[in-house]
């Protein structure tokens, strides 16, 4: 299933998606800045043009093992004769290729990987480009820090079923009610809380009381990273049977000693 996003190029929305591992930005978009009315008859124009046909084929070459170079060398022997044109849909259908890609429907329009997106851009405006490819560029750069949050978010979340197993098989006598339980839960999740925030999680939400979610939602990735090594560290002294306070104390010590470390690693760019 294509992913969607959408970047803004001199207050011009252009939609992009990642498909099968490559990244299409729309053309038809793009095109909007020649043409508003006929965004289409802009890249037939550009399609048809014979060093377009040559530059699709041979991306097409390198990229597609799947490419029909008979069709190509077709459209590329009537390329620049008066009588020729071609389409976006044409162009697919005929070669097999997949560096275009058409899609109908109101959010629909003609697509291009990144590589010939740009190309298309240059022949629009060489200046529109410049801006198209730094939007682009800052989009993926966003992509991958959320990504690597969203990670190590899920990191805590494997290492949290860790803790509170330690806490059901240690800390949670058998006959107790559900409420009960969550009490303890949530009084060794506090533990880490106060290790690594110096509050509660109440404590928070009194602080924050316009802010949704919960305290760890709104921690750093170097926060979250030393949460999930807490996690693990709290189970094992969980499993030891070391009391609740001596815990606390050893866990913060834990979180002020692994921060120093995170932070300056972070500040030599080891963290990606």
Same mark, same amino acid.
């Not at 294509?2 to 207050?11: F, H, L, M, N, Q």
């Not at 094992?236 to 609740?244: A, F, K, T």
């Given at each position: 299933m @294509? &992913?969607?996003?959408?970047?803004?190029?001199?207050?011009v929305t252009i939609k992009t998606m990642t498909q099968n591992g490559m990244d299409y930005i729309c053309i038809t978009d793009? @095109? &909007?800045?020649?043409?508003?009315?006929?965004?289409n008859g802009v890249i037939a124009n550009w399609i048809r043009n014979r060093n377009t046909v040559?530059?699709?084929?041979?991306?097409?070459?390198?990229?597609?093992?799947?490419?029909?170079?008979?069709?190509f060398e077709g459209f590329r022997k009537e390329a620049g004769l008066n009588a020729f044109t071609l389409s976006p849909t044409r162009w697919i259908l005929a070669t097999k290729a997949i560096g275009i890609i058409s899609q109908a429907g109101r959010n629909g329009g003609t697509y291009a990987q990144t590589d010939i997106a740009f190309e298309f851009a240059s022949w629009i405006s060489v200046e529109f480009r410049l801006y198209l490819v730094k939007e682009?560029?800052?989009?993926k750069a966003d992509e991958q820090k959320l990504l690597g949050w969203t990670a190590k978010r899920e990191l805590s979340k494997i290492n949290y079923r860790i803790h509170t197993d330690a806490i059901k098989s240690h800390l949670i006598p058998e006959e107790v009610t559900k409420e009960q339980a969550n009490i303890i839960y949530a009084e060794e999740a506090d533990v880490l809380n106060v290790a690594?925030?110096?509050?509660?999680?109440k404590q928070w939400r009194e602080a924050n009381p316009d802010l949704k979610g919960n305290i760890r939602d709104y921690a750093t990735i170097n926060e979250l990273i030393c949460l999930s090594n807490m996690e693990n560290i709290n189970a094992?002294?969980?499993?030891?049977?070391?009391?609740?306070g001596e815990r606390l104390i050893k866990l913060n010590r834990i979180a002020i000693q692994q921060m120093q470390v995170l932070e300056a690693s972070s500040g030599r760019n080891l963290l990606k």
């Open positions: @294509a &992913k969607k996003s959408e970047i803004t190029v001199r207050d793009i @095109a &909007k800045q020649k043409n508003s009315n006929d965004p040559e530059f699709l084929g041979i991306w097409e070459t390198i990229h597609n093992p799947c490419f029909n170079p008979i069709e682009f560029q800052r989009l690594m925030f110096g509050m509660t999680a094992v002294l969980i499993n030891d049977g070391i009391p609740q």
